[in-house]
């Protein structure tokens, strides 16, 4: 099976400063990674994701994440916060193929706030 | 192209009523899921279905029906509604490849 957990549901960051929100995953397989942003009152939205190839994936709105396998880890960074990045982010893993094909496990979502 | 959509957007039950969440996607993709948010508990998938007359449980089924009507619509049924069922309900959609999911924008249910 699967999981992934998300290390803080809370973040809290002054504009301008580091994002960083930590995402740990298990999986028996080689995972596919994702990060998904959810705004008030509204549905997620795809930020990026990792399945094959380079480890460093960027994203919209200035988002990266790395997929280090060693860590079992997928961090999402941002250099620099705005406020429009106030949201809650949820990291989710896939398995690239057998029986949970296509199905998305997700962490338990981390709320970031920026302070002006 | 309005991606995954969603009806109601809003709805309130008494314990005990029941009703059908309907949903659409307009990509042609072949799978499809239901899926409800409880805070600090992320989305837990209910059903889901990875092609047109398929269907599987996901972790958190009980209590819940679906059908996938046609390769667009996949709806869910609560056939008595328990407060224990109030929340938000996503459903969502991929095509085939990297199994990224698009997301409808949601209903909220309440049941008093």
């Known amino acids: 099976a699967q999981s992934v957990t998300q290390l803080g549901s809370h973040v809290s960051v002054s504009e301008g400063a580091l994002v960083l929100l930590r995402c740990n995953y298990s999986s028996s397989v080689p995972p596919y990674l994702f990060w998904y942003v959810q705004y008030p009152n509204q549905g997620l939205q795809l930020l990026l994701k990792y399945t094959t190839g380079a480890t460093l994936v960027k994203g919209i709105n200035g988002f990266e994440a790395e997929f280090k396998k060693s860590e079992t880890s997928f961090h999402l960074t941002k250099p620099s916060a705005h406020m429009s990045d106030a949201a809650e982010y949820f990291c989710?893993?896939?398995?690239?193929?057998?029986?949970?094909?296509?199905?998305?496990?997700f962490g338990q979502g981390t709320i970031l706030t920026v302070h002006p | 192209n309005a991606g995954v959509t969603q009806t109601p957007k809003f709805q309130v039950l008494k314990t005990g009523q029941s009703m059908t969440l309907q949903c659409a996607q307009d990509?042609?993709?072949?799978?499809m899921y239901w899926y409800r948010q409880d805070p600090g508990m992320g989305l837990r998938l209910i059903y889901y279905s990875a092609s047109e007359g398929t269907t599987d449980k996901g972790e958190v089924p009980n209590g819940y029906n679906v059908s996938r009507l046609n390769k667009r619509e996949f709806s869910l049924r609560l056939e008595s509604a328990a407060p224990s069922q109030t929340s938000v309900y996503f459903c969502?959609?991929?095509?085939?490849?990297?199994?990224?999911?698009?997301f409808g924008p949601g209903t909220r249910l309440t049941v008093t």
């Open positions: 969502a959609s991929s095509g085939d490849g990297y199994y990224e999911q698009y």
């Open positions: 990509m042609n993709h072949n799978s």
């Open positions: 989710a893993v896939s398995r690239s193929g057998g029986t949970s094909y296509g199905k998305l496990t």
